[in-house]
């Protein structure tokens, strides 16, 4: 079943989130000249026309990218997010939405290397087309699970691994943290960063009861909540879960979850969440 299409999401308030995360990580990584794998299992089209039927239809991102990305205000923790979504808006409209994929085309340096799955018959044409002149990437229409076992480790030791399933079907939420525990039994040290919807929090807590099981240590949970926890909604709130994370992404999301919870959603309902599932 693959009836997801990111193009009616994209630029809403949880690829914000997603993204200022992915930013910073990048942005973290490149401290060291040592070259690293970027890999996204679930990497979409890329590109995403905001004036598109899909978008337009759900207006998503005029309540996400669309309250932030000219604000005078912007915190310093947000500019290699908003950098990246500049380049592809230079007109200063915002007319596209570069999603994962192309934001780390955008943030990653020469040495780096990028390994893209996508499994959507009409996205993935489309992210292929986006990196046929990428010599640094590696784009395959492949099931992004696979890629955990078979992509790690990386040759260079040092990689960011993001995990962002539709959801679509129940059994991701275990997917992922197999998933997960497969990928890291083969690469320990990379940094795994999932993406996670709150539609029923009892999906949540039983996800992270089971990864808290696979006995992985260092794993970190930001959330951004538009609206309180319902049973009868849809999406109201999504977050992150790193595993692993650079020592400076604690400190940079406490800075910016607030000011993003009060640009995204100016009625003050929801709220952030920054925990440890488990500490060191
Ligand atoms: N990561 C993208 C971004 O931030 O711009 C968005 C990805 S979207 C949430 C999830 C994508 O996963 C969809 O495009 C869907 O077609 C794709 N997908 C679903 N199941 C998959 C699988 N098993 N392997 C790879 N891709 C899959």
Same mark, same amino acid.
């Given at each position: 079943?693959?009836?997801?299409?990111?193009?009616?999401?994209?630029?809403?308030? @949880?690829?914000? !989130?997603?993204?200022?995360?992915? /930013? %910073?990580?990048?942005?973290? #990584?490149?401290?060291? =000249?040592? +070259?690293? $794998?970027?890999?996204?299992?679930?990497?979409?089209?890329?590109?995403?026309?905001?004036?598109?039927?899909?978008?337009?239809?759900?207006?998503?991102?005029?309540?996400?990218?669309?309250?932030?990305?000219?604000?005078?205000?912007?915190?310093?923790?947000?500019?290699?997010?908003?950098?990246?979504?500049?380049?592809?808006?230079?007109?200063?409209?915002?007319?596209?939405?570069?999603?994962?994929?192309?934001? @780390?085309?955008? !943030?990653?340096?020469?040495?780096? /290397? %990028?390994?893209?799955?996508? #499994?959507?018959?009409? =996205?993935? +044409?489309? $992210?292929?087309?986006?990196?046929?002149?990428?010599?640094?990437?590696?784009?395959?229409?492949?099931?992004?699970?696979?890629?955990?076992?078979?992509?790690?480790?990386?040759?260079?030791?040092?990689?960011?691994?993001?995990?962002?399933?539709?959801?679509?079907?129940?059994?991701?939420?275990?997917?992922?943290?197999?998933?997960?525990?497969?990928?890291?039994?083969?690469?320990?040290?990379?940094?795994?960063?999932?993406?996670?919807?709150?539609?029923?929090?009892?999906?949540?807590?039983?996800?992270?009861?089971?990864?808290?099981?696979?006995?992985?240590?260092?794993?970190?949970?930001?959330?951004?909540?538009?609206?309180?926890?319902?049973?009868?909604?849809?999406?109201?709130?999504?977050?992150?879960?790193?595993?692993?994370?650079?020592?400076?992404?604690?400190?940079?999301?406490?800075?910016?979850?607030?000011?993003?919870?009060?640009?995204?959603?100016?009625?003050?309902?929801?709220?952030?969440?920054?925990?440890?599932?488990?500490?060191?």
């Amino acid at each position: 079943m693959l009836s997801y299409r990111h193009s009616f999401h994209a630029g809403n308030h @949880a690829d914000v !989130l997603k993204h200022t995360v992915q /930013s %910073l990580i990048i942005e973290s #990584l490149k401290e060291k =000249d040592k +070259p690293f $794998l970027y890999l996204d299992t679930h990497a979409g089209a890329g590109r995403y026309k905001l004036s598109s039927e899909h978008a337009e239809r759900t207006g998503e991102y005029l309540e996400g990218i669309g309250r932030i990305w000219q604000h005078d205000d912007l915190p310093a923790e947000l500019e290699p997010y908003i950098s990246a979504v500049k380049h592809f808006n230079q007109t200063g409209q915002l007319r596209y939405y570069p999603g994962s994929p192309l934001i @780390a085309r955008q !943030l990653l340096r020469e040495q780096d /290397s %990028l390994q893209l799955t996508e #499994l959507h018959p009409s =996205d993935f +044409p489309l $992210l292929r087309s986006e990196f046929q002149k990428d010599a640094r990437a590696r784009v395959e229409r492949a099931d992004g699970y696979t890629q955990l076992k078979s992509k790690l480790p990386p040759v260079s030791r040092r990689g960011l691994i993001l995990i962002d399933p539709p959801y679509e079907i129940k059994t991701d939420y275990q997917a992922v943290v197999t998933g997960i525990s497969e990928g890291y039994k083969r690469f320990a040290t990379g940094t795994y960063a999932l993406w996670y919807p709150v539609v029923m929090r009892q999906q949540i807590k039983r996800m992270l009861r089971e990864l808290e099981e696979t006995g992985i240590r260092r794993i970190l949970q930001i959330e951004l909540a538009v609206l309180p926890d319902s049973d009868r909604r849809g999406m109201t709130a999504s977050g992150m879960i790193v595993i692993n994370p650079p020592w400076k992404l604690e400190q940079q999301m406490a800075n910016v979850l607030p000011w993003l919870h009060k640009t995204l959603v100016p009625s003050g309902n929801g709220s952030t969440t920054l925990s440890w599932v488990v500490p060191e």
